[in-house]
């Protein structure tokens, strides 16, 4: 029992001493592949919803083999069957198990694995993952085995656990400090607007402007007023709201959204279209739903920069059955296949480094899940990309 106890006293350490998930792995996966110098190693991560297991680290696996553990269904072999159950399972010779996904057949001979182990990793009553060990000799896992494999894929969730509530903490910090800074610019520029609109004002009330001048005068006063309109806009989106919903027009928080990215959507010569059937309110919190609704528009609005020829930006409201369904739509480049299972996953991003947290969709899926509403990402035959919310209609207090 030394060794094993060895073992989880190593992995235990790197928790406490770090939130580099990565590291946790890495100790992880080498220290359990030493119990007897025979075992491969394999990590899953469950995806946002729910649907599969990504592998995200191995020890041990063959090409192969690692091929057939990219990417696995829940409920559907050995490793998605115990994810699906949350609960350990184990297998004496694996060659032989029902169970064995039809794939992995032909590589797990191949390999010769026989014992076969895999846990899931939780936090908070939640799974996260799953940690599995395969064995290339006959001995089958003991119980002390299963054990430390349980002990380890624990201190695994609670270091994921640890890294996604820092993040989170750091994220609101950033936001928080972003807004504070947005809210005292935002002042700065409405207090010259002011004084812009009412020497305009002065102007136009005056006889003896000429029509040319005069003209010229309200053209000033036009876009001083547009931009005191936005200004208005960046602090209601700046300033920290208390949680609350109320009966809430999803076309109207479009519309506020809208006002504040046009004038960079016409820079980038993006055609906005907008669709909007009258629909009933939802019970929502107007402030997080623009959040979201935000965070779809520019995410649209970066992928279309990358786009050739026409650029259009579609946002769409309808009634559905008993929900309102709004739709942001795009004709760029689209979500690439292997990415679309990823798309919500918390700190995963297709953007360079320092051009995005990897936590915008996550947060908007966390957002909607909690309003009872559904968001979810697909591919547009005509090209593009379509995300959409669903939201329930009525009263939900």
């Not at 089958?140 to 695994?156: G, K, R, S, W």
């Not at 996604?164 to 936001?175: D, I, N, W």
């Not at 807004?179 to 935002?186: H, M, N, T, V």
């Amino acid at each position: 029992m030394e060794p094993h106890l060895k073992i989880l006293y190593t992995v235990a350490e790197t928790v406490s001493r770090t939130l580099d998930v990565e590291a946790v792995l890495r100790t992880a996966l080498e220290a359990l592949t030493h119990v007897t110098g025979h075992e491969i190693a394999s990590f899953h991560l469950l995806s946002a919803d729910g649907s599969t297991l990504e592998l995200r680290g191995d020890r041990g696996l063959s090409p192969r083999l690692r091929q057939v553990n990219r990417l696995l269904p829940v409920g559907q072999g050995l490793i998605g069957g115990a994810a699906a159950a949350g609960k350990t399972v184990t297998v004496q010779d694996v060659q032989g198990s029902s169970e064995l996904l039809p794939s992995a057949e032909d590589a797990v001979r191949q390999d010769q694995i026989h014992g076969f182990v895999s846990v899931p990793i939780q936090a908070r009553g939640r799974l996260l993952g799953m940690l599995s060990l395969g064995r290339q000799t006959r001995d089958p896992f003991d119980e002390e085995e299963v054990a430390l494999l349980e002990a380890t894929a624990h201190q695994i969730g609670i270091a994921l656990d640890n890294a996604r509530l820092y993040s989170e903490l750091v994220h609101a910090e950033k936001l928080s400090a972003v807004g504070e800074l947005a809210s005292g610019i935002a002042h700065e520029i409405n207090n010259p607007l002011t004084t812009i609109l009412g020497q305009a004002q002065l102007l136009l009330g005056r006889s003896d402007v000429p029509m040319p001048v005069r003209e010229r005068v309200e053209m000033m006063a036009d876009e001083a007023s547009r931009a005191a309109r936005i200004v208005q806009n960046l602090l209601l989106f700046a300033r920290h709201y208390p949680p609350e919903r109320r009966p809430c027009s999803i076309s109207d928080q479009v519309d506020r959204v809208l006002a504040l990215k046009t004038y960079q959507l016409e820079r980038d010569k993006i055609r906005v279209i907008r669709e909007f059937t009258p629909c009933p309110p939802v019970w929502a919190d107007e402030n997080k739903i623009q959040q979201v609704l935000l965070n779809l528009v520019q995410n649209a609005h970066q992928a279309l920069v990358r786009a050739t020829g026409d650029r259009e930006l579609v946002l769409r409201v309808r009634p559905r059955a008993d929900k309102v369904l709004v739709e942001v739509l795009d004709n760029g480049p689209g979500i690439p296949t292997e990415v679309l299972p990823r798309i919500f996953d918390p700190f995963f991003t297709t953007k360079p480094p320092g051009e995005g947290s990897g936590l915008g969709l996550s947060v908007s899926y966390g957002i909607i899940g909690q309003h009872g509403g559904r968001l979810y990402a697909e591919n547009r035959r005509e090209g593009g990309a379509a995300f959409s919310i669903e939201l329930p209609i009525g009263d939900r207090r």
